[in-house]
């Protein structure tokens, strides 16, 4: 492929001019140039079929989850990453199997909940009372527990934050119900 410039030649232009005839030769599925859709420069679009708003997960929000803390307390199997529920009383509500990544559940009430196979991953408990929490086979690692209450939790086969606070200090909260120090 020979690409001639001249001194009026448009870089961005040219190179998605390149890119359309190595798309042709590739014929790849996943990107293309959509002739009929151009920006208000003139260039066509590039779109990804990866990209699509139907592929990627929905993230509930604070708001949603006080809908569901009124009706079924069921929050198993959904996706909640990033979000903000401090200082909820989620006392007895099952998050079985469901995404808590880099959540904020600061000073939340956990006690009773259900986080079997749960994903807690760098989540935000501190000041969190997780008594009689089930958090078996949970990852909680790199997740924040300052001040939590982990009385009579069960953390069985749970991946459980000891680079940042050590096992001893876990398992006394929940053998004697004091807040971790760490």
Do not use: H
């Amino acid at each position: 492929m020979v690409i001639i410039l001249n001194k009026k030649s448009n870089p961005t232009k040219v190179s998605m001019m390149a890119r359309k005839v190595m798309d042709d030769d590739d014929e790849d599925e996943d990107e293309y140039i959509d002739e009929e859709e151009e920006d208000d420069d003139g260039i066509p679009e590039i779109r990804s079929d990866l990209d699509s708003d139907e592929t990627k997960p929905k993230t509930l929000t604070r708001k949603e989850a006080i809908d569901i803390l009124q009706t079924t307390r069921d929050f198993s199997k959904l996706d909640f990453r990033k979000a903000n529920l401090a200082k909820l009383d989620f006392s007895n509500c099952n998050f079985e199997t469901s995404n808590l990544s880099y959540v904020n559940f600061k000073d939340s009430n956990l006690e009773g909940c259900n986080f079997t196979n749960a994903s807690l991953w760098n989540a935000n408990l501190e000041g969190a009372n997780l008594t009689r929490a089930n958090l078996e086979d949970a990852d909680l690692d790199y997740t924040k527990l300052r001040g939590a209450i982990l009385y009579r939790a069960n953390v069985r086969r749970a991946t459980l934050p000891t680079d940042l606070i050590p096992r001893d200090e876990i398992l006394r909260s929940i053998n004697e119900g004091t807040k971790v120090n760490r």
